[in-house]
């Protein structure tokens, strides 16, 4: 290949008259831009009229003085309308709990008390065993019994039936059962205590 076609002056010449155009108006857009700055901080800066009242002193009046209005009249509080509470309550005198001992302690020897009272004072109380030859028969029935209590220890010295279940069958697991209970001694002497006897057994 021949080495003269490959140098090309010409295309140098374009590439630094490019550069040259281009350097030019960088600094013609500089050189535009300092000169409006410029105006633009030269500009004179009028402040706004200003009016000055010169207020003469022996002109000036005194301000007025304002006129307070003369103090309401208290009206006294209605005291039937409003009563006044009392700073410290009265006292709440506590009720006296009179346990279920105390109350058996306190009874007479000789009263007979309702076992739903004294139910809490039973120390040993076994369930009436609902005889074999009662279920067969599907015999039932309701009664009471009235147990005598030892003073001294708590234990059943006696049991008989106050009212009758209606089945000598029935009175006699009441009796048998009722005598082997014991209560808190010194509590009860004399109890009634009702008993059911259903197909499903002995409840009181």
């Not at 633009?40 to 307070?68: L, M, S």
Request: aromatic share 8%; with cysteine; charged share 20%.
């Amino acid at each position: 290949m021949n080495a003269a076609l490959l140098y090309q002056p010409r295309r140098r010449c374009l590439i630094w008259i490019a550069f040259a155009c281009a350097a030019g108006i960088h600094a013609g857009a500089i050189v535009i831009a300092q000169g409006k700055s410029e105006k633009v901080a030269t500009q004179d800066f009028e402040p706004a009229a200003v009016d000055i009242e010169v207020i003469d002193q022996d002109r000036q009046q005194p301000p007025e003085q304002v006129a307070i209005p003369p103090p309401a009249e208290q009206v006294p509080a209605d005291q039937e309308a409003f009563p006044q509470e009392n700073a410290t309550p009265p006292p709440i005198r506590p009720r006296k709990k009179t346990s279920v001992a105390a109350s058996g302690r306190s009874a007479a020897r000789g009263t007979v008390v309702r076992f739903g009272l004294v139910k809490a004072l039973v120390m040993y109380a076994p369930r009436p065993v609902y005889p074999y030859e009662a279920r067969r028969q599907r015999i039932t029935g309701s009664g009471v019994a009235l147990l005598t209590v030892a003073w001294e220890d708590g234990s059943v010295v006696d049991v008989r039936m106050a009212q009758s279940s209606g089945s000598v069958i029935l009175d006699n697991a009441t009796l048998e059962a009722f005598r082997r209970w014991r209560f808190k001694a010194g509590t009860v002497a004399r109890v009634q205590v009702p008993v059911t006897y259903t197909l499903t057994g002995a409840s009181y």
